[in-house]
């Protein structure tokens, strides 16, 4: 707790976050409060988890009680406002041994802070503990059916980014694996983000990240295609019933292949569907905000964001697993 007092002094951040407290009613306010923060706390009552939101005194912060209350216990939703923009900051921890009801119940929480709640902007962040999911290239170890499968589809249809793209958990004797999250609702709304050393004793990377929250926005008209409901097998189907050499003959090299990105394009537009388009591309950007993710051991700690206002409506996060 002292060496992130320490760094909280130096990086003056504006938000913290930190799942995986252990904090229990034994342990009372006083021995985990941060000077010049509010502090919203939530403990999960047995061995393990908890979650901790500490907000910058001069940052319009309210617990979100509606989010925060829901079926699923392990995550913490805050309300900011920051030179007139409104953002909803949640905090999750998944356990690696959770079931499947508790996978669901994560994912209801998810879907309701998106279409219900509706936020101005929104930053999901925490340890997912889904080391099966590569965001990158859209791709789940494992069937449709299976907690990581249903995780990484969920998101997708809420139209969430996630930003992070390096592993995020470093072991001795053990494979490195990306754990930790940031999704966002806008695709520029995170910038900047960089792997730092771990605090302490910690087995996660600390985490940096500035987010922006535009004035004005407006959107995108481009087109994504979301590959991961893609039916390939149709597309397989369809490329084989035709007769290539009849198809092609008496065409030039660039011909045939002027013909075959056509041809290419029809049966993807046939048979791979269009993502939904939720997400605004930001044009001006008055406020900022940079972010961290690391692990306090000692702790047993996850802090997964901070924000802080500067001059120039500059807002960090500290992020720490």
């Not at 995986?20 to 999960?44: C, H, P, Q």
């Not at 490195?176 to 520029?188: G, R, S």
């Not at 605004?280 to 000692?298: A, E, H, I, L, M």
Request: proline share 3%.
């Amino acid at each position: 707790m002292s060496e992130l007092r320490e760094r909280v002094i130096v990086e003056d951040y504006g938000l913290i976050g930190i799942a995986e407290t252990w904090a229990t009613e034994l342990v009372n306010d006083a021995e985990l409060s941060i000077e010049g923060y509010n502090m919203f706390r939530k403990d999960r009552g047995t061995r393990g988890g908890g979650l901790i939101l500490y907000v910058q005194h001069n940052i319009k912060a309210r617990v979100n009680e509606e989010l925060s209350n829901s079926e699923f216990a392990e995550s913490l939703w805050c309300d900011i406002e920051v030179d007139h923009q409104r953002a909803l900051i949640g905090l999750c921890y998944r356990c690696p041994t959770s079931t499947i009801e508790n996978d669901d119940k994560l994912l209801s929480v998810m879907e309701k802070a998106v279409l219900k709640i509706a936020p101005q902007h929104i930053l999901i962040m925490g340890d997912f503990n889904f080391p099966e999911i590569d965001y990158a290239s859209e791709r789940v170890a494992g069937r449709d059916t299976e907690p990581p499968a249903k995780f990484f589809t969920k998101t997708q249809e809420l139209c969430l980014i996630q930003h992070v793209n390096d592993v995020t958990r470093i072991r001795q004797n053990q494979t490195p694996a990306k754990l930790d999250y940031i999704f966002t609702d806008e695709e520029n709304l995170i910038e900047m983000i960089s792997y730092e050393v771990p605090l302490g004793k910690s087995d996660h990377v600390v985490l940096t990240w500035k987010l922006m929250l535009a004035t004005s926005a407006i959107p995108s008209n481009q087109m994504k295609y979301n590959y991961h409901k893609g039916d390939y097998c149709s597309i397989q189907s369809s490329l084989q019933t035709i007769q290539w050499k009849d198809r092609w003959r008496g065409l030039t090299v660039n011909e045939m292949w002027m013909d075959f990105k056509e041809l290419l394009r029809e049966v993807v537009d046939l048979h791979i569907p269009l993502k939904k388009e939720c997400k605004k591309r930001n044009t001006d950007y008055p406020s900022g905000r940079r972010g961290r993710s690391g692990k306090d051991v000692r702790h047993g700690s996850n802090i997964v964001s901070t924000v802080q206002e500067e001059t120039l409506k500059n807002i960090s996060s500290l992020g720490m697993k």
